[in-house]
């Protein structure tokens, strides 16, 4: 297995390879791109251009370039060369297995290959590689060279030493991998996204909100926590100073409500310990009140910024 | 109907009926508040200092201060001289019931009563007044003093001239009213944090991922977008030059997928038409590369910001 990923290749270059991309030239990598559609090679370096002038604010590593692109007419060809390969076909899973199997065949056989699936279980995907240790999902978010999240899920046949290198490569680049252990559909954040989307299209369905309405509700309310803490700690701070226990304890029973069209899962005491014990460790010493003046100073220059930011702010 | 709100009463102070006062104080009220549990002053007032930090950055009113509120023991002469009323006492609907009728009896018949419930109809919550038609639900979103989002919500017996007065209200001080305009369980932003809420539950339960897990797949991904656009405009944005129109298409069947335990409605075509208008009508002359550029311009400084102030980070 490689010590150091020195040159990357990016096979489909849609919204999500040009993100991917854009970020491993600002973090100042050699990259190879792929994509069979006509124009693409224009489209992408439109799309470069684009991203580059918010990478330039972000800070670009010393010797990154938007001229160390370059692309190639054959897929065998720009994965050769590669030590981790980037794949971003669309989303089916008939062409994603092809388009892997190919690459596997073309590319040294230590090197690493992500997929950018959002949906997809690497387990299928590797199914038919001859090398399918060194393959797992890599799932980032739009738009990518600016969202730090990615997912990276190992299938049946990963080795577990490749999950940790991916992990160390995807930091060193300024993003937050999230390692997942078990495979499941859509992995985590789409499937908590999904819920949402769901929810939210049966209310314009049922003619209960706009879509306007619908995003406001989320914008100026739980949108504006959730850049900072996600759903389980936000709950711990709105338990007071027993946080999540008190919590579980005054709104478990709402979940017996008709709320959503989600059914929720039974509120078992095994759950319910399971959730406090996670917000008391990730909160480690901080008590609730430390959390609360945080997320206090941290609202109060959120609020600034999304005042000048917000859509509906034409200037 | 009184032209000016110049006195307001708080009943029941919680966590979120302290949040109003401190909302109120700073914006310049009178406030008189009522809550019949032992000690409910002096964690009240500590509350309003907590929060006065944060207010005072967000600027005060030139008259606002902590001394302009008073505590009454009981709950008539609390309200007897009001001009708006807020109610915040626990969402049990029998005891709301009683509560609101008290108020109801012994404000002057021309103040508009608000109700903080998170889920209950307007409509159930109005039924025994002798003055229903200056009640609503006024329901706001934890820390209140920060968080601009009201949903704003009339039963069938309120008076449509309230709401718009409610309207008014709330963005005089620095709110974002949210008329609704039908009744519906939970509302509308609650039932949207409520489905993904399940769905984290569920992640939780079957061992797919930890509480910190899920919490940092929003916080790191979506959770930055929400605090600027909700789902809809996001997937606009995702949808490439084509926004809501091109992502419809192309990731519509998705919803036929296993993902979350949501039922997705049927994606009908008049759904898709109401989406795609909703999602035109908001950008208004805005395309969908300057809503994008608007967003990076954003993010940039949106993770400057959560970089310093992430829960995780205990400087």
Chains 1, 2 share one sequence.
């Not at 040009?18 to 600002?26: E, K, S, V, Y």
């Not at 994509?35 to 991203?51: L, N, Q, V, Y």
């Not at 577990?160 to 985590?188: Q, R, Y």
């Not at 504006?224 to 008190?246: N, S």
Request: charged residues 30%.
């Amino acid at each position: 297995m490689k010590e150091a990923i020195k040159k990357v290749s990016v096979i489909g270059t849609g919204v999500i390879g040009n993100g991917w991309i854009a970020r491993f030239l600002a973090q100042g990598y050699d990259v190879t791109a792929f994509d069979p559609a006509e124009g693409a090679e224009e489209r992408t370096r439109k799309a470069i251009d684009h991203a580059w002038t918010s990478l330039e604010k972000r800070g670009l590593a010393p010797d990154a370039s938007k001229d160390r692109l370059t692309f190639k007419d054959d897929l065998a060809e720009a994965v050769a060369d590669a030590d981790y390969i980037q794949e971003n076909v669309p989303e089916r899973e008939e062409l994603k297995k092809n388009v892997l199997n190919t690459i596997d065949q073309h590319a040294k056989p230590e090197d690493m290959i992500g997929s950018s699936t959002s949906g997809i279980m690497p387990s299928i995907l590797q199914a038919g590689m001859k090398h399918p240790e060194r393959f797992f999902v890599a799932h980032p978010f739009n738009p990518v060279y600016l969202l730090p999240l990615v997912e990276v899920i190992g299938g049946k046949k990963t080795n577990g030493a490749v999950i940790e290198m991916a992990n160390k490569f995807f930091e060193s680049i300024d993003m937050k991998p999230l390692v997942l252990h078990k495979e499941i559909d859509g992995h985590v954040a789409d499937r908590l996204m999904e819920a949402l989307w769901r929810e939210a299209l049966h209310l314009v369905n049922d003619g209960i909100a706009t879509t306007e309405e619908v995003d406001n509700a989320i914008i100026y309310g739980a949108g504006l926590r959730w850049a900072q803490m996600g759903p389980f700690l936000t709950f711990h701070l709105a338990g007071g100073e027993q946080g999540m226990r008190h919590m579980l304890e005054q709104f478990g029973p709402a979940l017996k409500l008709p709320w959503t069209k989600l059914e929720a899962p039974e509120l078992t005491d095994e759950l319910k310990e399971r959730v406090i014990a996670g917000c008391e460790s990730y909160s480690g010493d901080q008590s609730v009140a430390e959390l609360e003046a945080k997320r206090n100073e941290f609202l109060v220059k959120l609020l600034d910024l999304v005042e000048e930011y917000w859509p509906e702010s034409k200037q």
